[in-house]
């Protein structure tokens, strides 16, 4: 998945703003199967609620509203940087 307004792909470990400027982290990224370390859990075939599964787009974990799931690219995340595994700017 890219951000809709930059030709950059969203990468779990980047620090982004969503739903209206609140601060968060991309966590996993299912379109690539991966996410950062402590996420592998989401990582899952297992259906969740609605019987489906957590299987494309990013999930982002936001300051004040917690886990967001974006099935689709949405102009409500918007890229600020990229850090490493260890939250490091890279």
């Not at 470990?13 to 402590?38: A, M, P, Q, T, Y």
């Not at 489906?52 to 509203?65: D, K, P, Y």
């Amino acid at each position: 998945m890219r951000y809709v307004n930059e030709a950059r792909s969203i990468r779990a470990g980047d620090s982004v703003l969503v739903e209206g400027g609140v601060k968060g982290v991309v966590v996993c990224d299912f379109d690539h199967w991966n996410c950062l370390s402590g996420y592998e859990s989401w990582l899952s075939k297992v259906e969740v609620v609605g019987g489906t599964s957590l299987s494309s787009g990013v999930l982002v974990e936001a300051s004040e509203i917690g886990m967001v799931h974006y099935a689709e690219p949405d102009d409500e995340i918007v890229f600020l940087a990229s850090i490493d595994a260890d939250h490091h700017p890279r």
